[in-house]
């Protein structure tokens, strides 16, 4: 009986499809269709940058892009392309977690499918993954009604994000992997964010894919002098750590922790005996141990003063900071703040020492926060984990460990003499700005305009 309920209940719902398929089946196409591209991330567009950067590169080429996805924020460029801004889908909020799961995976279908429908004809749908459920099913579908071509940019496994909550043999994570596998080999086309993904891809899943590594765009390069300056005055009145000594004072002169600008005439400099800053980005989440940090900088008791700076938000953020303010350090000052996206950059531009704690759920894809950091010229002791010698060269543009006491060493050997010019932390920054890296545009330019000039011509 409740089947049958189901089933008339869900009859309306199949007829307006019906309909609403039959209509756009029956629309001419238009004829600079071949131009026009979907750029689609189920999540919140300004934490998914990669995807930022595709919109850019299509539009820079004349495409006619159209970026849906979730806006909480607002981009961190100008992007010359019309965005959709899908509104959180209505789901169940009381009852089972098994029928709040599902009731929200099959209204973000309806809302979805509903979305793609409404647009104009596309000649490609590009969709992030993750997250893939339900996105992957529901953009192939519309993708052959429209007579698009489909392409997922796999940046991890989604099933693996899953597993490290509930757990590898878990039922909804065994679920969620057939299902990413199945749809995903339904695609057109592939992209990966590394070679061990692309590896793995072909030999798990039977999926081709082309190496997109990220690189950073222009705006992650050393900021000057006078704009670092300008940062810290706006940062000290919300974070002690930037400001200045109150002991300290010279007329004619305002400074911050790390800077002082002379206000006759306006040069700016470093501060002598300035603390070092350590720079940290995360989202917050179970992918990141910062009690390895924490316990690194409570053991590091020979170092000089140091700032250390850990950005982003997420769900974990308030645990860390509880853990933060129990600490009793005697040479570190931490802070916490969330910055707004134009200040990012040049924060990581200011810095004299990234720290990455990131590691990869899938042990396939590689943390874009070092990218960033890397294109500013900023050494980096990144945690190690399966496949990130395809970014951290250790000895050469920075240092992996594998644990707490290995942090602690090399915190040493890179800090303790700080602001040493000839020192391991200066050699390092001097291999990143001698090397030529390879920007956004560049590497887009070779490993993706081809794949779609290919299918237009």
Same mark, same amino acid.
């Given at each position: 009986?409740? !089947?049958?309920?189901?089933?008339?209940?869900?009859?309306?719902? !199949?007829?307006?499809?019906?309909?609403?398929?039959?209509?756009?089946?029956? =629309?001419?196409?238009?004829?600079?269709?071949?131009?026009?591209?979907?750029?689609?991330?189920?999540? *919140?567009?300004?934490?998914?940058?990669?995807?930022?950067?595709?919109?850019? &590169?299509?539009?820079?080429?004349?495409?006619?892009?159209?970026?849906?996805?979730?806006?909480? =924020?607002?981009?961190?460029?100008?992007?010359?392309?019309?965005?959709?801004?899908?509104?959180?889908?209505?789901?169940?909020?009381?009852?089972?977690?098994?029928?709040?799961?599902?009731?929200?995976?099959?209204?973000?279908?309806?809302?979805?499918?509903?979305?793609?429908?409404?647009?104009?004809?596309?000649?490609?749908?590009?969709?992030?993954?993750?997250?893939?459920?339900?996105?992957?099913?529901?953009?192939?579908?519309?993708?052959?009604?429209?007579?698009?071509?489909?392409?997922?940019?796999?940046?991890?496994?989604?099933?693996?994000?899953? !597993?490290?909550?509930?757990?590898?043999?878990?039922?909804?994570?065994?679920?969620?992997?057939?299902?990413?596998?199945?749809?995903?080999?339904?695609?057109?086309?592939?992209?990966?964010?590394?070679?061990?993904?692309?590896?793995?891809?072909? =030999?798990?899943?039977?999926?081709?894919?082309?190496?997109?590594?990220?690189?950073?765009?222009?705006?992650?390069?050393?900021?000057?002098?006078?704009?670092?300056?300008?940062?810290?005055?706006?940062?000290?009145?919300?974070?002690?750590?930037?400001?200045?000594?109150?002991?300290?004072?010279?007329?004619?002169? $305002?400074?911050?922790?790390?800077?002082?600008?002379?206000?006759? /005439?306006?040069?700016?400099?470093?501060?002598?005996?300035?603390?070092?800053?350590?720079?940290?980005?995360?989202?917050?989440?179970?992918?990141?141990?910062?009690?390895?940090?924490?316990? %690194?900088?409570?053991?590091?008791?020979?170092?000089?003063?140091?700032?250390?700076?850990?950005?982003?938000?997420?769900?974990?953020?308030?645990?860390?900071?509880?853990?933060?303010?129990?600490?009793?350090? /005697?040479?570190?000052?931490?802070?916490?703040?969330?910055?707004? %996206?134009?200040?990012?950059?040049?924060?990581?531009?200011?810095?004299?020492?990234?720290?990455?704690?990131?590691?990869?759920?899938?042990?396939?894809?590689?943390?874009? =926060?070092?990218?960033?950091?890397?294109?500013?010229?900023?050494?980096?002791?990144?945690?190690?984990?399966?496949?990130? *010698?395809?970014?951290?060269?250790?000895?050469?543009?920075?240092?992996?460990?594998? *644990?707490?006491?290995?942090?602690?060493?090399?915190?040493?050997?890179?800090?303790?003499?700080?602001?040493?010019?000839?020192?391991?932390? &200066?050699?390092?920054?001097?291999?990143?700005?001698?090397?030529?890296?390879?920007?956004? $545009?560049?590497?887009? $330019?070779?490993?993706?305009?081809?794949?779609?000039?290919?299918?237009? *011509?």
């Amino acid at each position: 009986c409740r !089947a049958e309920c189901l089933l008339w209940a869900l009859l309306p719902v !199949a007829v307006v499809l019906f309909i609403f398929i039959v209509a756009r089946s029956l =629309k001419g196409r238009d004829e600079f269709a071949h131009l026009n591209v979907c750029v689609l991330v189920l999540g *919140d567009i300004g934490r998914s940058p990669r995807m930022q950067y595709h919109a850019l &590169s299509f539009s820079r080429h004349g495409y006619n892009v159209t970026f849906i996805g979730f806006l909480a =924020k607002q981009f961190k460029h100008f992007i010359l392309c019309r965005s959709v801004k899908a509104q959180s889908a209505f789901s169940l909020s009381v009852g089972p977690k098994i029928f709040v799961y599902v009731s929200k995976v099959i209204c973000q279908s309806l809302q979805l499918f509903y979305v793609l429908m409404q647009l104009e004809d596309q000649a490609y749908i590009l969709l992030q993954n993750p997250p893939g459920l339900p996105s992957i099913a529901v953009t192939w579908l519309v993708s052959r009604i429209i007579g698009a071509q489909f392409v997922i940019d796999w940046h991890n496994y989604g099933y693996s994000i899953m !597993a490290l909550t509930h757990g590898e043999r878990h039922p909804i994570v065994k679920a969620a992997k057939w299902y990413e596998k199945f749809f995903g080999r339904l695609s057109d086309h592939n992209l990966c964010v590394t070679n061990a993904m692309r590896h793995d891809l072909l =030999k798990n899943w039977n999926i081709k894919a082309t190496t997109l590594y990220d690189k950073p765009p222009m705006i992650f390069r050393e900021t000057p002098l006078k704009v670092r300056h300008e940062l810290f005055a706006r940062m000290a009145s919300a974070y002690p750590p930037f400001k200045a000594c109150s002991e300290i004072s010279k007329e004619n002169t $305002d400074l911050t922790a790390f800077t002082e600008r002379n206000t006759k /005439t306006e040069e700016v400099s470093l501060a002598a005996g300035r603390p070092a800053m350590l720079l940290s980005s995360t989202s917050w989440t179970e992918d990141e141990d910062f009690s390895i940090l924490l316990k %690194a900088l409570e053991e590091s008791q020979c170092l000089p003063s140091l700032v250390c700076v850990i950005t982003g938000k997420g769900p974990q953020k308030e645990y860390y900071k509880k853990i933060i303010d129990s600490k009793d350090f /005697t040479h570190v000052r931490i802070c916490t703040p969330w910055l707004e %996206a134009e200040d990012y950059p040049v924060l990581l531009g200011s810095a004299d020492l990234g720290v990455c704690l990131h590691k990869s759920s899938s042990g396939l894809d590689l943390p874009m =926060k070092v990218v960033d950091m890397f294109g500013c010229c900023l050494p980096v002791c990144a945690i190690n984990f399966q496949c990130l *010698d395809e970014l951290v060269k250790h000895e050469e543009n920075g240092l992996v460990f594998g *644990d707490s006491s290995e942090l602690v060493e090399q915190l040493k050997m890179l800090l303790c003499d700080f602001p040493n010019e000839h020192g391991k932390l &200066s050699h390092f920054r001097k291999n990143l700005r001698e090397g030529r890296q390879q920007r956004w $545009d560049e590497n887009w $330019d070779l490993n993706v305009l081809p794949l779609f000039k290919e299918h237009c *011509d």
